[in-house]
């Protein structure tokens, strides 16, 4: 079991930027693929980006050149930096950790992008 607390939401405006947290409770080196998710007003959750245990990353169309996901193994926590923020990126995000047989997430924390 791990648990994961998202931090960082809050509101901006369109072309601000966020960083976002997601600490977690047990050590995730070698272990996990951490990745972002958001799941907007009326919609779907999507992947926003993803990092390997070995730091490969992917991104959703959406979020590249804009949105840079990391991890520090060290303090247990991946980050998710936000930039040229768009008003359709409000949102709540998610944190998750996958690994085989198990995801696990966080319980969300809403960025609101005002125009």
């Known amino acids: 079991q791990v648990q994961l607390v998202e931090s960082g939401g809050g509101l901006v405006q369109a072309g601000g930027s966020l960083r976002l947290s997601c600490a977690a409770s047990?050590?995730?080196?070698?272990?996990?693929?951490m990745g972002w998710y958001r799941q907007g007003p009326d919609k779907q959750r999507e992947m926003v980006a993803i990092i390997s245990s070995g730091g490969s990353t992917n991104y959703a169309d959406s979020a590249k050149g804009r949105f840079t996901i990391s991890r520090d193994n060290a303090l247990n926590t991946v980050y998710l930096q936000m930039s040229s923020l768009k008003p359709e990126d409000t949102a709540v995000y998610y944190c998750n950790a996958a690994e085989p047989g198990n995801s696990y997430w966080g319980q969300g924390t809403q960025v609101t992008v005002s125009s």
């Open positions: 047990r050590n995730i080196d070698r272990l996990y693929i």
